[in-house]
T-cell receptor, first 113, second 114 residues
Framework: AQTVTQSQPEMSVQEAETVTLSCTYD???????LFWYKQPPSRQMILVIR??????QNATENRFSVNFQKAAKSFSLKISDSQLGDTAMYFC??????????FGAGTRLFVKA | DSGVTQTPKHLITATGQRVTLRCSPR?????VYWYQQSLDQGLQFLIQ???????AKGNILERFSAQQFPDLHSELNLSSLELGDSALYFC?????????????FGPGTRLTVL
């Protein structure tokens, strides 16, 4: 069975600092996709970044980057120059078998001024 | 605004009842996904449709069913409701069948079962 684990229920970071959210997954699949979603207090789900498992190069989207370690089944999210608007719940997600998606329990991130 | 609309925003009903949640995808998107977010179970993928056909199924209960209509809007039907069905139900849409396509989420329907 596929599982996604986010071991940090809550984290905080000072504005302008860097923070890393961890995510590990377990699967026997070879082809899959990994995503990080952000859910701010408005509850709207927003895609932050995505990674195809067959690509070794780590994905980057502006201040957001991932450290994808396929052998270790690890997919951490790094947020640089944290902003107050980054305060949100962050979900790691694993998509396999076409479109089936498993989500982690989430990490609540607080960015402090 | 993602371009995905969901109605109603809030729904309060009683156990044993049946409700229908509606989703209109972004213009041009052919894929629709349904998700449930509850305190107990977290975020769960329920089901996906592409151009009217069911393509993937997740942890969707037998009491739940969905369909996508020719105009591409989708409905999620929940019947014999239980207290545990109280949750935020999201619909998302994407342009095609590539799993890597970005999914755009609607604002959700908050269902409360009393």
């Amino acid at each position: 069975a596929q599982t996604v684990t986010q071991s940090q229920p809550e984290m905080s970071v000072q504005e302008a600092e860097t923070v890393t959210l961890s995510c590990t997954y377990d699967t026997s699949e070879n082809n899959y996709y990994l995503f990080w979603y952000k859910q701010p207090p408005s509850r709207q789900m927003i895609l932050v970044i995505r990674q195809e498992a067959y690509k070794q190069q780590n994905a980057t989207e502006n201040r957001f980057s991932v450290n994808f370690q396929k052998a270790a089944k690890s997919f951490s999210l790094k947020i640089s120059d944290s902003q107050l608007g980054d305060t949100a719940m962050y979900f790691c997600a694993f998509m396999f078998g076409g479109f089936k998606t498993i989500f982690g329990a989430g990490t609540r991130l607080f960015v402090k001024a | 605004d993602s371009g995905v609309t969901q109605t109603p925003k809030h729904l309060i009903t009683a156990t044993g009842q049946r409700v229908t949640l509606r989703c209109s995808p972004r213009s041009g998107d052919l894929s629709v996904y349904w998700y449930q977010q509850s305190l107990d179970q977290g975020l769960q993928f329920l089901i996906q449709y592409y151009n009217g056909e069911e393509r993937a199924k997740g942890n969707i209960l037998e009491r739940f069913s969905a369909q996508q209509f020719p105009d591409l809007h989708s409905e999620l039907n929940l019947s014999s409701l239980e207290l545990g069905d109280s949750a935020l139900y999201f619909c998302a849409s994407s342009v095609g069948l590539d799993a890597y396509n970005e999914q755009f989420f609607g604002p959700g329907t908050r269902l409360t079962v009393l």
